[in-house]
């Protein structure tokens, strides 16, 4: 399966409020507001001190066009060991100092009253979320509370190999990996480091666990990676990948440039185009004379 996204789902928000609403989903920072306790955490919808006095808990999910949202991103660090160009500048950024970030139990407690209140999918997202060495506790406690149903994560997979075997005992059961390219000089490249084999390793091992599907993200810039649509396109003819094209955005220090912005309608050309070949045309007859599976 292949989705066309219009929005940068797998950029980093590092500067973000400890608690921000964007596009549909709440998202939880790891940095404290202000660097004070829980009792300085807010939410973008202005809630009351005491927001359980004046309404009832899902009201607090819900926006002012009436829309319940039952999804939270929990950016777990600002640390990322890839550079890529399109989120951030070669020098890295300015990181939080370590008393200012959530501890694990603070972030369990936080996800806790979310899900309480009706959220019911919370995806761990960075920098890069792997590099919390206390990671695999945090999905186990995430995973532990009672009302959420899926536990999602999206990484850059440098790591993800030999980690993914047990996260995914303690409740990791969605999985997005980063990756812009199948080429590994492009990929050194993109994100001015080396290891992709290494996120090659992780998708094949993501597979073997039992994922299903394994998503992919892959952000589209013109005479960048723009010629690999179609080849994406080929991961997800046999085995259980779904390759999400992204736009590439605007976004602080990635010096974004109108011209290697590929928009949606252009990348969906593409793939139709791929679908109009005789050996396309061949393979969708193969399929459509197996057995199907109902129920």
């Given at each position: 399966m292949v989705l066309l996204s219009k929005s940068v789902s797998a950029l980093r928000r590092f500067r973000s409020r400890a608690v921000s609403y964007e596009g549909g989903s709440y998202s939880?920072?790891?940095?404290k507001a202000g660097g004070g306790s829980l009792d300085h955490y807010t939410t973008c919808a202005k809630l009351s001190e005491d927001p359980l006095k004046e309404s009832s808990p899902s009201d607090m999910l819900v926006d002012s066009f009436g829309r319940l949202h039952t999804y939270l991103r929990i950016s777990l660090t600002e640390r990322c060991n890839l550079r890529c160009q399109y989120c951030m500048p070669a020098e890295g950024?300015?990181?939080?100092?370590?008393?200012?970030?959530?501890?694990?139990?603070?972030?369990?407690?936080?996800?806790?009253?979310?899900?309480t209140s009706g959220v019911n999918k919370i995806r761990l997202t960075g920098g890069e979320p792997t590099i919390r060495k206390d990671i695999e506790d945090i999905c186990l406690q995430l995973s532990s509370l009672k009302g959420l149903k899926t536990l999602a994560m999206t990484t850059n997979g440098i790591t993800l190999a030999r980690k993914l075997p047990k996260l995914k005992e303690f409740g990791l059961n969605s999985i997005n990996i980063s990756l812009d390219t199948l080429v590994p000089a492009k990929f050194e490249f993109l994100t001015r480091r080396k290891g992709h084999g290494k996120v090659l390793e992780s998708i094949n091992a993501a597979v073997d666990l039992g994922y299903n599907p394994v998503k992919v993200n892959c952000v589209v810039m013109r005479g960048v990676n723009d010629d690999e649509i179609c080849d994406f396109v080929e991961l997800t003819r046999s085995r259980p990948i779904n390759v999400r094209f992204i736009e590439f955005m605007p976004f602080d220090g990635n010096v974004w440039n109108v011209k290697k912005l590929v928009p949606y309608y252009e990348m969906l050309d593409k793939v139709v185009r791929l679908r109009n070949t005789k050996a396309f045309r061949e393979y969708r007859i193969t399929l459509q004379k197996q057995p199907r599976i109902i129920g």
């Open positions: 939880l920072s790891s940095c950024v300015e990181l939080t100092p370590s008393s200012h970030l959530l501890s694990q139990n603070e972030i369990v407690s936080l996800a806790n009253l979310f899900v």
